[in-house]
């Protein structure tokens, strides 16, 4: 299952809100927040007497030093978050590369490396005046050429920075017109681009570590408060503080240096070992707290448990309309209509998550709840649709036929990166299925046999989810310009090209129009069937005070203090 890290709400739109400049509060800016707190369920829920965000509030004085060994259980191949999705990466990232602006909880936009920003009337210019005395780790200063290089770099297709890439728009240009300015045009109105600069996917980089590097693969050197001593593919990685950084985002609670001296990411995919490495005092936090585990875990007086649903598209299966069966619209709503959600969830969560009822996560703006009430189990539907559809004989195990050929269809699965509870999950639709007459086989690979697959169009379900609050993270998935192998349009569609593109450059009341209809015809043509609201949950020591959370619903470590 792939794990895409991205991140993020509300970009500004085109109206009402000329000349914006970073630290200003406007209408619009009250406007979209309404708009994505109506839609918002519930971003942070905490599990246990106290936590994360009570420490935060209570303001729990920080201790200096320490190290935090941190527990994960999904790796990544690539630390360089410009030609990386991985959530993995974003989040080791963070704690290295700076970005332009930042984004608080409350989806401000803060100032970071550039300290004030105007855009123009159609956003098609963006101006960054960028701070003064930042400089990257490895001693050369980050000014506006710095910046320009990274971009351009990301732009280039050689570069592979697909994901990153997306992020930045249809950019016209990048100029550097002095040493502490930058501007990005663009040849259409691109309205997300602050949002996307916000994650560390376009973090900078040094450009003197880029031109010297032979591979970006596993080195990173960036501006950000700690510097990437090593990382291992399988293994993790260590960082250690920068002792004279000072120039944090501005939704940061404190000034100067981090407060710990080093993190130490160690992966380790089996839930069991991390449980144990954290009980025992080895680690002072992990991700992934098994669904089974759970209770144990929140009513362990020595460690506190906070779960943070994820924005973005939910984890759901992608069904691939560019070959049969799934070509015929049909077979893809008699598929979804089969599908007992509700049950795959419980089965394979305990109840610790909650199902999905739509594509996007209700932490996403301009999330429509209206949608769950148009699809949902319905055997009787499944059946009629595909007797209609000429799948009208069934073997002696139930399986329909159609002209001598079974409606077998192929799920493929990352058998390493996903999770035991997972593969429950898909077990557990598998067997639901069968019930409308689907032989769901399920295709174990590797993540490198997944991705070529996946590129080689065999496949007939893929299943993943994206984490970004911003609803443009639909033209990544289903803009015909990501269709494999350019991007993750594992359905393979392009009949929400016009609509996703509008999307990105009109007003905020167009946007909130066009996204509703795009997930209505997402759900409706059942190009997917949404399966559950994916979560971080992170558990740690209660001696760990400060994470503060960002808008990728990944924990920030800037903050963050470890108590005697």
């Known amino acids: 299952m792939l794990r895409l890290g991205l991140s993020a709400p509300l970009a500004f739109s085109s109206v009402s809100r000329r000349r914006i400049q970073c630290g200003q509060t406007t209408g619009l800016d009250r406007l979209l927040r309404w708009f994505f707190a109506i839609g918002t369920v519930a971003l942070l829920t905490m599990r246990a007497a106290t936590g994360f965000a009570a420490d935060n509030a209570a303001a729990v004085p920080a201790h200096v030093g320490g190290t935090l060994n941190f527990g994960i259980a999904t790796d990544t191949a690539i630390i360089d978050p410009s030609i990386s999705g991985s959530s993995v990466t974003a989040m080791i990232a963070r704690n290295v590369v700076d970005s332009l602006v930042g984004q608080a909880e409350d989806n401000r936009f803060t ?19 960028l701070r003064q005395g930042v400089s990257f780790s490895d ?23 697909t994901y990153a890439r997306s992020l930045l728009g249809p950019v016209e240009s990048v100029m550097a017109t002095d040493e502490r300015t930058v501007v990005i045009t663009y040849r259409q109105p691109f309205a997300p681009l602050l949002q996307g600069l916000s994650l560390p996917y376009l973090g900078i980089q040094s450009p003197v570590y880029l031109q010297k590097a032979p591979s970006t693969t596993n080195t990173i050197v960036g501006s950000g408060p700690f510097v990437l001593d090593s990382f291992t593919k399988g293994s993790g990685s260590r960082l250690s503080r920068r002792a004279d950084y000072n120039w944090g985002p501005g939704y940061a609670a404190h000034t100067g240096p981090a407060y710990l001296d080093a993190i130490v990411f160690k992966y380790l995919p089996e839930a069991s070992v991390r449980l144990g490495a954290l009980s025992s005092g080895q680690l002072q936090a992990i991700d992934e707290v098994p669904p089974a585990n759970l209770r144990s875990v929140e009513a362990n007086d020595q460690l506190q448990v906070v779960t943070r649903e994820n924005p973005g598209i939910n984890y759901s299966l992608f069904l691939n309309t560019s070959k049969a069966p799934f070509e015929d619209v049909r077979v893809r709503r008699a598929f979804q209509s089969a599908v007992d959600v509700a049950a795959a969830v ?92 689907f032989d769901l086989e399920l295709d174990p690979v590797d993540m490198g046999g997944r991705v070529a697959r996946v590129a080689a169009n065999d496949y007939d379900i893929a299943s993943f989810y994206f984490v970004r609050a911003e609803p443009d993270i639909l033209r990544i998935a289903f803009h015909s310009a990501y269709i494999p192998p350019k991007g993750a349009n594992a359905t393979r569609i392009d009949s929400l090209d016009g609509k996703l593109s509008e999307a990105v450059g009109t007003s905020a009341e167009a946007r909130q129009r066009l996204y509703g209809e795009v997930q209505r015809q997402i759900i409706g043509q059942a190009y997917v069937v949404p399966l559950y609201v994916a979560a971080y949950r992170l558990a740690a020591t209660k001696h760990l005070h400060g994470i503060s959370w960002g808008t990728n619903a990944k924990p920030n470590l800037y903050d963050a203090s470890l108590a005697p």
């Open 139 to 161: 001693g050369t200063p980050l000014d506006a050429a710095a910046v320009k290089y990274n971009f351009d770099r990301i732009l280039d297709p050689k570069t592979m920075s």
């Open 346 to 437: 419980k089965a394979a969560y305990f109840g610790s998550i909650r199902p999905a009822d739509n594509i996007l996560s209700p932490a996403t703006l301009y999330y429509d709840p209206a949608i769950a009430s148009e699809w949902g189990l319905d055997l009787g539907k499944a059946n009629r649709l595909l007797d209609e559809a000429g799948w009208t004989q069934k073997d002696s195990a139930g399986i329909r036929s159609k002209g001598g050929q079974r409606l077998s269809v192929h799920l493929i699965y990352d058998s390493a990166g996903g999770s035991a509870s997972d593969l429950t999950l898909v077990q557990a639709v598998q067997f639901s299925v069968k019930k409308a007459g």
């Open 111 to 129: 100032p970071w490396l550039a300290e004030r920003w105007e855009a123009n009337e159609d956003n098609t210019r963006y101006v960054f005046h």
